[in-house]
């Protein structure tokens, strides 16, 4: 079996990342390692650039799927903004030296303090997401003498048709704002002198698989945006349209990015019967990076219960959540080409963790050949795998690894034993 995604192929029969054997990285830095391949992150953020050519856009990468320093060095050197959702991340931003004007602020339950850290940097946008955190930004703003430049988050109402933990756009999910409430808050607008309205935002979810909800979501959001026009001194100057657009985990069929491009040049773009022209924002994050990464890990032990196999691996559900948070399906292939030979038995993909929810795989064809010490790929790891890892069971997160064509370097070390008590007092 190869992977499903570019830039991880076997070569001389050993699975690589562009053109560094995944065993060489395991050698060099131990097991489980996040592997991840800097042309996958960049062919990706092409795909998006050469798509809306013909609209005026910005592009966001969404740190929350994989917020590692270099990677976001990565991401901005080849054009693209950051859209964050705390203050960690606005830390990480620009730490990693994002211009403060290429950094858009969502997310639900934004602080004062995260606010005005925000404001201090000079970002591009708040994406709002209620009447009552207006108000929390216009008097934080106000008291800084500041304008905030806010998008207000629509929530369309629309079914992504993806898992429930992460839909976003239907009434009943805590995000965004009603479209009632949105005309209303236009209406009244001047009240909040330390607000500036310069857009309106929508996100329905993550792991589309259609783009029916898309164009549904994009429908709307237009409309409103027209209705808009009609009540507001000053005309909007662009429209956030979030992320969402899913990947290739097994065998999902999710829309090519050209024909995600063409939907919203539909709708957008200079073609469409909008008043005004309207910058387009984007804020991908899974479709960036979900395919560029995997995490390594070694088998620790074998073991049979009946007709059920076990292989016990390195990683835990720390390291990699996603599986047990979700429920998620993540390809699981042998490093060594060899050992994907042979008889296969269902085998459950087990890690370390004392739960019994820590497991990768459950019932699994996998081959019987694969054994103690050989190394495993889990595919499609590069989105919320890191961001996610924890510490449980005191156990020490991974080091995440950047591959460049024939190079490799860590981006980020193991952590040791003495970080898992740092800022602890006996």
Same mark, same amino acid.
């Given at each position: 079996?190869?992977?499903?995604?570019?830039?991880?192929?076997?070569?001389?029969?050993?699975?690589?990342?562009?053109?560094?054997?995944?065993?060489?990285?395991?050698?060099?830095?131990?097991?489980?390692?996040?592997?991840?391949?800097?042309?996958?992150?960049?062919?990706?953020?092409?795909?998006?650039?050469?798509?809306?050519?013909?609209?005026?856009?910005?592009?966001?990468?969404? &740190? =929350?799927? !994989?917020?590692?320093?270099?990677?976001? *060095?990565?991401?901005? /050197?080849?054009?693209?903004? %950051? $859209?964050?959702? #705390?203050?960690?991340?606005?830390?990480?931003?620009?730490?990693?030296?994002?211009?403060?004007?290429?950094?858009?602020?969502?997310?639900?339950?934004?602080?004062?303090?995260?606010?005005?850290?925000?404001?201090?940097?000079?970002?591009?946008?708040?994406?709002?997401?209620?009447?009552?955190?207006?108000?929390?930004?216009?008097?934080?703003?106000?008291?800084?003498?500041?304008?905030?430049?806010?998008?207000?988050?629509?929530?369309?109402?629309?079914?992504?048709?993806?898992?429930?933990?992460?839909?976003?756009? &239907? =009434?009943? !999910?805590?995000?965004?704002?009603?479209? *009632?409430?949105?005309? /209303?808050?236009?209406?009244? %607008? $001047?009240?909040? #002198?330390?607000?500036?309205?310069?857009?309106?935002?929508?996100?329905?979810?993550?792991?589309?698989?259609?783009?029916?909800?898309?164009?549904?979501?994009?429908?709307?959001?237009?409309?409103?945006?027209?209705?808009?026009?009609?009540?507001?001194?000053?005309?909007?100057?662009?429209?956030?349209?979030?992320?969402?657009?899913?990947?290739?985990?097994?065998?999902?069929?999710?829309?090519?990015?050209?024909?995600?491009?063409?939907?919203?040049?539909?709708?957008?773009?200079?073609?469409?019967?909008?008043?005004?022209?309207?910058?387009?924002?984007?804020?991908?994050?899974?479709?960036?990076?979900?395919?560029?990464?995997?995490?390594?890990?070694?088998?620790?032990?074998?073991?049979?219960?009946?007709?059920?196999?076990?292989?016990?691996?390195?990683?835990?559900?720390?390291?990699?959540?996603?599986?047990?948070?979700?429920?998620?399906?993540?390809?699981?292939?042998?490093?060594?080409?060899?050992?994907?030979?042979?008889?296969?038995?269902?085998?459950?993909?087990?890690?370390?963790?004392?739960?019994?929810?820590?497991?990768?795989?459950?019932?699994?064809?996998?081959?019987?050949?694969?054994?103690?010490?050989?190394?495993?790929?889990?595919?499609?790891?590069?989105?919320?795998?890191?961001?996610?890892?924890?510490?449980?069971?005191?156990?020490?997160?991974?080091?995440?690894?950047?591959?460049?064509?024939?190079?490799?370097?860590?981006?980020?070390?193991?952590?040791?034993?003495?970080?898992?008590?740092?800022?602890?007092?006996?």
């Amino acid at each position: 079996m190869s992977s499903p995604f570019d830039h991880f192929d076997y070569k001389n029969g050993s699975l690589a990342c562009e053109d560094v054997p995944l065993s060489k990285i395991a050698d060099a830095t131990g097991s489980p390692v996040y592997v991840y391949s800097s042309k996958a992150f960049l062919t990706s953020l092409a795909q998006l650039q050469k798509g809306l050519t013909s609209v005026s856009s910005r592009i966001h990468f969404a &740190l =929350k799927s !994989n917020s590692n320093l270099a990677l976001v *060095k990565l991401m901005v /050197d080849a054009g693209a903004g %950051i $859209d964050i959702v #705390s203050g960690g991340e606005l830390f990480r931003a620009l730490r990693a030296g994002t211009p403060a004007d290429r950094i858009v602020f969502s997310g639900v339950g934004k602080t004062p303090g995260e606010m005005k850290a925000a404001l201090d940097a000079g970002i591009y946008s708040f994406n709002v997401e209620s009447s009552a955190e207006l108000a929390v930004l216009n008097h934080v703003a106000t008291e800084l003498g500041r304008k905030a430049p806010v998008a207000l988050r629509f929530n369309p109402d629309v079914d992504a048709k993806t898992h429930p933990y992460i839909s976003t756009g &239907l =009434k009943r !999910n805590k995000f965004g704002i009603h479209r *009632k409430e949105i005309l /209303d808050l236009a209406r009244s %607008i $001047d009240a909040y #002198s330390g607000i500036s309205l310069q857009g309106i935002s929508i996100h329905i979810g993550s792991q589309l698989l259609s783009l029916k909800p898309l164009d549904d979501a994009f429908k709307r959001l237009r409309e409103l945006v027209e209705d808009l026009d009609g009540i507001l001194t000053e005309p909007l100057r662009f429209v956030d349209l979030g992320g969402g657009v899913g990947i290739r985990y097994n065998k999902e069929n999710p829309p090519k990015i050209a024909d995600y491009c063409k939907l919203i040049v539909k709708h957008f773009g200079p073609k469409s019967k909008l008043r005004h022209p309207l910058e387009v924002l984007l804020e991908p994050g899974r479709s960036i990076s979900g395919n560029a990464g995997v995490l390594v890990t070694e088998v620790l032990y074998r073991k049979a219960r009946g007709k059920k196999q076990f292989v016990v691996v390195d990683a835990g559900m720390n390291d990699l959540m996603r599986p047990s948070l979700y429920g998620s399906y993540h390809g699981i292939v042998p490093v060594e080409k060899s050992r994907d030979k042979g008889a296969r038995a269902d085998t459950d993909i087990v890690g370390p963790v004392c739960e019994s929810s820590d497991c990768f795989a459950s019932g699994r064809k996998f081959p019987l050949s694969v054994g103690q010490g050989d190394l495993l790929a889990i595919l499609s790891a590069g989105a919320y795998g890191f961001t996610m890892a924890g510490q449980y069971n005191s156990r020490p997160r991974p080091p995440e690894v950047l591959v460049q064509g024939g190079t490799f370097r860590v981006i980020r070390d193991r952590e040791s034993y003495e970080d898992l008590i740092r800022g602890e007092h006996l």
